[in-house]
């Protein structure tokens, strides 16, 4: 049913839309798309930007040793910890104007409604803008405690060093172990984001009820052959090694298209001594598997290293597989889902359970305290490019989701 509540507290389209225009000049391509990488000029002009729109809300605004901008409005309750949403700010090179972005302004957006119309939480809420999702992920990692300890690992690809960066930014390498958090200061944490996939879209659904974050698992397969030449080598006698990885990739398709929601991906691919008069003796592959479940990629894991024993005897080749990557599953909270779900109801929007493929700084969050995902259709389920695009009307809906997600978790989360 839909309430007198819902009927009276919805964000404003038109002022919504001028923020996400106003915010992709920053950065913007002459394309139409946006680049705003992390640390960069670009990004700490919309970082001001942001802070002074906050301030102008009514939120008080502070920067962490990891250069996250917080930006609080004030609950009843000061000393309880606080409902957060964000996203980042930063881009991926050639990027689009919705990734990250959209959830930070209908944050902000969120504010400006509970400044309007007098509105105060029991809890506090915090709207964050994380540092350098789309690198390291550094923002969401030292909030969560996970970062590793050594500034090598986060240097820029340009050589420039991380201490230097987060200066930049109002952050401090030297005692960034202070940007950690605990569900003492975070009760909940419910990121808005559009999808970057085709799902909701294929199926006409309005919003995505995000189950949680797949884990990711990433491998190198190296393949050893012989390299011989091609005109003189019978067909026979040889250990081709580009063909035994030929074989791989088709396993790997095999596996990732078996029952199940997982995804698996081959995606670089090296060959030696890649001449074409010369038979490939070595191939070395990246490979990306992800699922909601780390049993089911366990699982599939096991059954690719027997399938490539299986490939390496009848391709008289030798097959190695190294771990690169383990990311577990960051599962949304079943509350937090039944409440989008809940509210998509009473809105009559149509909405559709699904994972999350992609990373996000909420999988972070979800290490220490609740977490929930709203997704919004991505047309052509384009994204990280200059032609991501979603509408003002779906913007609006996953904002209006968000608002009404906040003011429920407020009463969930009193006890």
């Not at 000061?78 to 090179?93: F, K, N, R, W, Y």
């Amino acid at each position: 049913m839909v309430t007198g509540l819902i009927s009276t507290i919805l964000v404003n389209q038109e002022r919504l839309q001028q923020s996400i225009e106003t915010l992709a000049e920053i950065g913007q391509t002459p394309q139409g798309g946006v680049q705003r990488l992390a640390y960069s000029l670009e990004d700490i002009q919309a970082r001001h930007l942001i802070q002074g729109w906050m301030k102008e809300a009514g939120m008080s605004v502070r920067i962490d040793a990891a250069g996250n901008i917080i930006g609080r409005y004030p609950g009843k309750f000061p000393e309880i910890p606080a409902l957060a949403t964000g996203s980042h700010l930063d881009t991926v090179p050639n990027g689009g104007r919705y990734d990250g972005a959209y959830g930070v302004l209908a944050a902000l957006e969120i504010a400006r409604v509970f400044q309007e119309q007098q509105i105060q939480l029991d809890h506090p809420f915090e709207a964050i803008a994380f540092t350098d999702e789309e690198g390291s992920m550094i923002g969401s990692k030292a909030i969560s405690g996970r970062l590793v300890n050594d500034p090598a690992y986060y240097v820029r690809p340009d050589g420039t060093n991380i201490e230097t960066c987060l200066a930049k930014v109002g952050g401090n390498w030297d005692c960034i172990e202070r940007a950690r958090l605990t569900s003492k200061e975070i009760a909940a944490f419910v990121e808005l984001h559009v999808e970057q996939g085709p799902v909701l879209e294929s199926a006409a659904k309005q919003i995505g009820v995000v189950q949680g974050i797949v884990g990711q698992r990433r491998y190198k397969i190296t393949l050893k052959g012989s390299p011989r030449h091609a005109g003189t080598t019978p067909m026979n006698m040889r250990q081709d090694a580009l063909v035994a990885a030929s074989q791989v990739v088709l396993a790997v398709n095999e596996l990732a298209n078996s029952p199940g929601e997982q995804v698996a991906t081959v995606g670089a691919m090296q060959v030696s001594p890649n001449a074409a008069n010369t038979i490939p003796g070595l191939v070395e592959m990246e490979l990306d598997i992800r699922d909601l479940s780390s049993q089911r990629l366990d699982e599939l894991i096991l059954q690719l290293e027997e399938n490539l024993v299986a490939i390496a005897t009848n391709t008289h080749t030798e097959i190695q597989i190294h771990p690169r990557l383990r990311n577990e599953p960051a599962l949304a909270k079943t509350e937090i889902q039944n409440t989008i779900a809940e509210i998509c109801q009473d809105f009559n929007l149509t909405y559709l359970h699904l994972p999350s493929r992609a990373s996000h700084d909420a999988q972070e969050i979800a290490t220490f305290t609740d977490m929930g995902m709203i997704f919004v259709p991505s047309k052509g389920g384009v994204s990280h490019a200059e032609t991501e695009y979603t509408s003002v009307e779906q913007c609006t809906q996953g904002a209006n989701v968000l608002l009404h997600a906040l003011l429920r978790l407020d009463r969930y989360y009193q006890s």
